[in-house]
């Protein structure tokens, strides 16, 4: 093949480069020289130094005709890149020698090709038939250009004496190359110049084409499928979006393959990297993202994936972007938030479900990774920051500097979502940074517990006493301090546990009396999270129960928590003839002899509690129906909050007319719920006719399924 070769060429997708074919690379055995040490980095510099000198004294000879003696036995070096020329050559599978071998006309020039400056290389893949093209550099002078070029693009390695580059990964380094070349004529570097010239005059010709049919289509914010290699370039910022949350994030890009499916169809995988975190540590991690074959021409905002500056909104997708990222960074560790947004986990077959999520959450990388080790994570990777390829961002020595709070470009590529707990549904999730704001915590929320002022103030003692001397004022993870730290921290959580012997409260009472709403203000008075088991939803086997009941206790203590156990009547039963109840009180009794916070257990039978498990009780409360009083407070409290656009009704008429009504705070609740609605719908404010028209059609509902009378429909359930 001609060494003059400049017909424009089709390029391949962008990966590793792989190494020269070992047919015609007399040094590609070569180690790579690793820089550690001063020792070593001064014997790097004298070996290039040597390479620079004998390169030039080479050149010298071919061009003057003269023959130098002193560099005829040094075979490493002689005779390479003495002939300011390339050589486009071609390599094919050999099924007999089981690797890539180059085909000339003329098999003896396979060994001549040391004497190039660089080999342009058309591997032909020996499955698909694509052709890619390698550059194999010979030149030193051009070598450490490249090196200088490509030294923070990954995936690349220009390693060894004389290394090898995809061709295409030069396209986005031109501008930097003829500036280089330059540069060069006025330091006189006369030999780096002229081998650098002829390699930018060959890759200006190749990318002739390329060039033309990247701004015809980018001109109009199109892209071809073909071209997406073209588009993208090393270390530049990516747009995309979370597939689970649908959440937007960014990216850096590192390098794209092009691959096939299973069913033939092909697409293209970009190679990104972010600033992720595992409840311990910053650092990066590796992202890839498909954008599946298209034809034709696509608008480039439509892709999966696509550069930021394409962004239609640029200006404000980059403060959206920077402040999600303030918020990443903030959320290391464990809190207590509120959110709202998609969230997501994956299925047995690894396939994402989404859910909507609004309420309160517990973020805890560590306690979900604990509790969900399968989930599909990114590795984070501390980056040595002596690396050669540490790229435009240090992120071991950045992230949680100082100065860092002014740096909105690394903000711009932190992780979309943080790994949690919905506290509604009992489930670990995948949640959107962006979904998550503070809490608007309701301490006064317990001066509406309908409760003796005693029994309230007794609570509050007791949780007050439990609370303030937790000098962890704060949810911070406490995982992440290791040695003493965390030493000190159990042991002084152990002396407050002997102090006050744990806070366990019994409450006991009909449906709707308040027993949740204690547990539910005083979670808000004390601005931790309310952490529910609904007991009857566990079922009764000894085995999976004690495993829900463990990590209920084991995540309670982990996020000093108040949790609360509802309807808890078979962990307190009087211990009978029944071997499976007798399994549970004393798997119950166990796991709360080692249990540290505060605990409310909820029952609606309280003469059938254990006598061990009763000696365990700080406080029993037994919640009597609500009074005529009692009633009218909380009619109140829900009328005066269920306005309509014709405004607030008349408290006072209101609540006179339906106080006498024989019903617990959750049936008001609802009853007043379903008032208002009518009222939304018929355009008026609550009045007296659309309350009784939800009472009455309570109370038919209740006669018709359920018998006559409370007490009845009480001991119905039972």
């Not at 005779?79 to 006309?105: C, N, P, Q, S």
């Not at 943080?418 to 998550?436: A, T």
């Not at 159990?490 to 027993?515: A, D, M």
């Not at 617990?664 to 006719?689: F, H, P, W």
Request: charged share 25%.
């Amino acid at each position: 093949m001609s060494s003059v070769a400049d017909m424009p060429r089709p390029f391949a997708n962008s990966r590793p480069t792989p190494s020269p074919s070992p047919s015609f690379s007399a040094s590609s055995d070569s180690n790579m020289l690793e820089i550690e040490n001063g020792a070593m980095a001064t014997a790097a510099r004298l070996i290039t130094a040597v390479e620079r000198i004998m390169e030039q004294k080479l050149s010298d000879n071919h061009t003057g005709g003269t023959e130098n003696p002193e560099v005829k036995g040094i075979k490493s070096y002689a005779g390479r890149a003495t002939t300011l020329a390339y050589k486009h050559v071609e390599e094919i599978w050999d099924d007999r020698t089981f690797k890539y071998m180059i085909v000339e006309d003329n098999q003896s020039s396979v060994g001549n090709l040391e004497q190039y400056v660089f080999i342009a290389r058309d591997r032909i893949d020996r499955s698909t038939q694509d052709k890619t093209t390698f550059i194999d550099v010979k030149s030193a002078a051009l070598r450490d250009i490249l090196r200088e070029a490509c030294r923070d693009f990954r995936g690349i390695s220009l390693t060894g004496d004389t290394p090898s580059i995809e061709q295409k990964v030069v396209f986005h380094i031109r501008s930097f190359l003829r500036y280089r070349r330059d540069t060069l004529v006025a330091e006189q570097d006369a030999m780096s110049h002229s081998h650098l010239d002829l390699f930018v005059n060959y890759i200006e010709t190749e990318f002739h084409s390329v060039d033309e049919e990247l701004v015809g289509t980018t001109v109009n914010n199109k892209i071809t499928f073909d071209l997406l290699w073209a588009l993208f370039e090393p270390n530049e910022k990516i747009f995309t979006t979370c597939p689970g949350t649908d959440s937007p994030r960014c990216v850096f890009y590192n390098y794209c393959e092009e691959g096939e499916e299973i069913d033939g169809s092909r697409f293209m995988r970009l190679d990104t990297r972010f600033m992720g975190n595992n409840g311990k540590n910053f650092g990066e991690a590796i992202n890839r993202i498909k954008i599946p074959y298209f034809p034709g021409a696509r608008r480039i905002d439509f892709l999966p994936a696509y550069p930021l500056r394409y962004h239609h909104n640029y200006d404000e997708i980059c403060q959206e972007l920077a402040e999600n990222g303030r918020r990443f960074f903030s959320l290391h560790g464990i809190h207590n938030v509120q959110y709202r947004g998609f969230a997501f986990s994956f299925d047995n077959e690894g396939e994402i479900v989404k859910r909507h999520v609004e309420g309160r959450i517990m973020v805890d990388p560590v306690g979900f990774r604990k509790h969900n080790p399968n989930h599909p994570q990114p590795t984070i990777q501390n980056v040595n920051p002596i690396q050669e390829t540490s790229g435009p961002f240090n992120w071991t020595e950045s992230f949680g500097s100082e100065t860092m709070a002014s740096q909105d470009e690394e903000f711009l590529i932190c992780g979309p979502t943080v790994l949690g707990f919905c506290l509604d549904n009992n489930k670990f999730f995948e949640f959107s940074v962006g979904g998550i704001s503070d809490i608007m915590w309701l301490p006064s929320s317990y001066h509406n517990v309908m409760i003796p002022d005693a029994q309230k103030k007794v609570i509050r003692a007791l949780t007050h006493a439990y609370y303030s001397g937790d000098t962890d004022n704060g949810l911070k993870d406490i995982v992440q301090r290791k040695g003493r730290g965390i030493n000190f921290l159990l042991q002084y959580v152990l002396l407050i546990r002997c102090f006050f012997f744990f806070t366990y409260i019994g409450v006991s009472g009909p449906p709707g009396v308040g027993k949740t709403l204690t547990a539910e203000a005083i979670a808000e008075t004390h601005r931790r999270p309310l952490y529910v088991v609904p007991v009857g939803q566990i079922g009764v086997d000894p085995v999976h129960v004690e495993n829900i009941l463990t990590n209920a206790f084991k995540i309670a203590g982990r996020w000093k928590a108040v949790l609360l156990l509802d309807e808890a009547d078979v962990f307190v039963s009087q211990r009978s003839d029944n071997p499976q109840v007798n399994a549970l009180v004393s798997m119950f009794l166990r796991e709360l002899e080692r249990f540290d916070g505060i605990l409310f257990l909820t029952t609606n039978r309280v003469q059938s509690f254990d006598t061990a498990v009763m000696s365990r009780i700080h406080l029993a409360l037994e919640y009597q129906p609500l009074g005529i009083d009692a009633r009218r407070a909380v009619w109140k409290y829900f009328l005066q909050n269920a306005t309509t656009e014709r405004g607030a009704p008349s408290l006072t008429a209101l609540v006179d007319s339906v106080a006498s009504k024989e019903l617990n705070g959750r049936e008001i609740r609802n009853t007043v719920l379903m008032a208002q609605s009518l009222a939304i719908y018929e355009g008026t404010v609550i009045c007296k006719d659309q309350l009784m028209q939800s009472i009455t059609a309570r109370e038919q509902f209740r006669e018709y399924h359920l018998g006559a009378g409370t007490s009845d429909n009480l001991r119905s359930y039972f």
